[in-house]
């Protein structure tokens, strides 16, 4: 069965610090993997596309890793800040244009 | 690139009665996707669009859901007789269609429904 399983379900750290949020999928065939951030009431916002032969790729103080062996994705967050406190939500495409989500990291940042 | 946006933002409504949400995505861009969203949980996939073409429809969607998108531009999603578990937020996305299938969706900020 595909699925995208998300940990932990939510974190919470203090400005200025670093987090790893985890994402492991059993997808099959895996073609790309994408980070979104979700702001409370708000529609998720893309953050970064990964391919199967990418394994870095970063966007500004985010930072996304891909295993495909493992079939493990990481996003790192450098120096938090609070705006940073959103959901972040993992995605893999089934198909064409099916898309498995996770249930996304709740991450609180407090001052 | 004015975005995805979407009407209503928000909509309070009795159980049994018919809404209507509308959802206009970027104006290039081909693919037309409809979710819904509970509290803690991920968008659930609904329909999905090709131009004006629906081409695949969730089986968790019961008749009382139709969605349509004329002309392959904007697109509608009507849920009739309202239930209680229909309160959700209902998210809408676009994307273009690319061989390598890495096109990023792009959310709307979702039609939040309540059901009284």
């Not at chain 1, 994705?73 to 089934?94: K, M």
């Not at chain 2, 081409?55 to 969605?67: G, I, M, N, T, V």
């Amino acid at each position: 069965k595909n699925q995208v399983e998300q940990s932990p379900q939510s974190l919470i750290i203090l400005e200025g610090k670093n987090c790893t949020l985890q994402c492991n999928y059993t997808v099959s065939p895996f073609s790309n993997l994408r980070w979104y951030k979700q702001d409370t009431g708000r529609g998720p916002v893309s953050l970064t596309i990964m391919t199967f032969s990418e394994n870095t790729k970063s966007n500004g103080r985010y930072t996304a890793t891909l295993d495909a062996d493992t079939k493990q994705s990481s996003l790192h967050i450098t120096a938090s800040q609070l705006s940073d406190s959103a959901s972040y939500i993992c995605v893999v495409p089934s198909g064409t244009y099916k898309y498995i989500f996770g249930t996304g990291t709740r991450l609180k940042v407090l001052a | 690139d004015t975005g995805v946006s979407q009407d209503p933002r928000h909509k309070i409504t009795k159980r049994g009665q018919n809404v209507t949400f509308r959802c206009d995505p970027i104006s290039e861009h081909n693919r037309l996707y409809w979710y819904r969203q509970t509290l803690g949980q991920g968008p659930e996939f609904l329909t999905y669009f090709q131009n004006e073409a629906q081409l695949e429809k969730s089986r968790l969607l019961s008749d009382r859901f139709s969605a349509e998108r004329p002309k392959g531009s904007f697109s509608t999603l009507e849920i009739q007789r309202t239930e209680q578990g229909d309160s959700a937020m209902y998210l809408c996305a676009s994307s273009l269609s690319s061989g390598l299938g890495n096109q990023p969706q792009h959310f709307g900020d979702g039609t939040r429904l309540s059901i009284l």
